[in-house]
């Protein structure tokens, strides 16, 4: 596939995840307009989505240490299955937050401050990550190393900072869940 597609489809891919969530975030959309109808396993998936990105966190920084051992098919490995395990937390992400449930950060003082910091850094870089990976993926995999580089120098600290984030989030939020 040439380069012209790839960012086509790359293209796509990001615009549609990024109106997915947005349109899910406005509560336009709901799949269990009565809460009293969203099955018990989906309100664990906040716990789930915690879990997956503190798991990324990890796997990105084994691939770091691999890569900088020289160790090409482990940094393929990990960042693959950290690709899949991020995909699965986008899917279990959008399943949660088709219910219309609503999740209200309860903090006072400049706790509060702290958290809207790392919850509005989170999800911009959380839309900007995507392509930005989807590329580095597509270079890697072509073994255009250079290119690859340059991408990942941009791609990596986002997408570290965006799984650390989703965990830090997740442990200041949860314990005003009201489900």
């Known amino acids: 596939m040439n380069d012209k597609i790839v960012f086509r489809l790359i293209l796509v891919i990001s615009i549609v995840v990024f109106l997915v969530v947005a349109i899910l975030q406005s509560k336009l959309i709901t799949i269990f307009p009565v809460a009293s109808v969203v099955p018990e396993w989906v309100l664990a998936l906040p716990k789930v989505n915690a879990i997956l990105n503190g798991t990324c966190t990890f796997l990105l920084l084994m691939s770091l240490y691999y890569i900088k051992k020289k160790d090409i098919v482990m940094h393929k490995v990990l960042n693959s299955i950290?690709?899949?395990?991020?995909?699965?937390?986008?899917?279990?992400?959008?399943?949660?937050?088709?219910?219309?449930?609503?999740?209200?950060?309860?903090?006072?003082?400049?706790?509060?401050?702290?958290?809207?910091?790392?919850?509005?850094?989170?999800?911009?870089?959380?839309?900007?990550?995507?392509?930005?990976?989807?590329?580095?993926?597509?270079r890697g995999f072509q073994m255009d190393v250079q290119r690859h580089r340059t991408l990942v120098k941009w791609s990596f600290p986002i997408w570290l900072y965006v799984t650390i984030t989703g965990v830090i989030v997740y442990l200041m939020i949860s314990p005003y869940y009201q489900f």
């Open 82 to 138: 950290t690709f899949i395990l991020s995909s699965l937390f986008l899917v279990s992400y959008i399943i949660f937050h088709s219910t219309g449930i609503k999740t209200t950060y309860g903090g006072e003082g400049s706790i509060r401050l702290v958290y809207y910091f790392i919850l509005i850094t989170h999800i911009i870089l959380a839309a900007i990550v995507l392509p930005l990976v989807l590329l580095s993926f597509h």
